[in-house]
C-alpha cells in the first residue's frame, strides 16, 4: 500500500506575501480553486492551499492512496487501531479534488487526509523560475512535523501506515 504526500494546507496572515513568496522566490504557480489560493509544482492541479488564518501554522496533510481498495484496508486498520476517523464529505472531496477521502486527527491536533484520485491539472505546469519539480511516485516527498511528545506521535503515524525517514533534534523554536 502506497501513501504519497498529495498536498498541504496552510493557514497563513498574510495570503498574498505567501503568494508572492510561492511564486517569485520558490517558482510555483498560482492557481485559485473555490476562492482558496492553490500552489502547483507539477501535473497535479495543486500541491499547498493558502488559507488565511490567525496564525501560521499547517492546517492539514493529505496523503494520496493508490487506489479505493488501499483506502478501504486502511479504513480496517484504523477501526482495528480504535483510531477515530471521518469520510470526506462529497464538498470536501470537490475542494481538494479528490474522488474520495477520509480524515483523523493526529496526537498533535493536526488534520491528517487520506485520499485517492489527486486530480492532475488540466494545463501543463508554468513557471518563470524552474522547468518542474521532481516529483512522481512519492507526490511531494516528505513533509516535517513539530511534535510535543515524539514517542507517542511515531507510535500513531506508523499505525496508520507511514514512517518515519529522519528527525531533527535542535529545537526550532521557543514554543515547540
Known sequence: ?????????????????????????????????????????????????????????????????????????????????????????AGECKQRLVAAGLWLKDPQGLRIEFVHNHALAPDAFKSSLAGGFVTGDQGMGHAVFAVNNLDESIAFYEKIGLKLSDFITQPIGPDV
Open 1 to 89: 500500500m502506497s501513501q504519497k504526500l498529495a498536498y498541504c494546507g496552510f493557514g497563513v496572515t498574510d495570503v498574498d506575501a505567501w503568494v508572492r513568496f510561492g511564486v517569485d522566490a520558490l517558482g510555483l504557480q498560482l492557481v485559485e480553486v473555490a476562492g482558496v489560493k492553490r500552489l502547483q509544482m507539477d501535473d497535479r492541479a495543486w500541491r499547498l492551499a493558502i488559507h488565511e488564518a490567525g496564525d501560521d501554522d499547517i492546517l492539514y496533510a493529505g496523503f494520496e492512496m493508490d487506489s479505493i481498495a488501499d483506502l478501504d484496508a486502511l479504513r480496517g486498520r484504523l477501526d482495528v487501531a480504535n483510531i477515530p476517523w471521518s469520510e470526506l464529505d
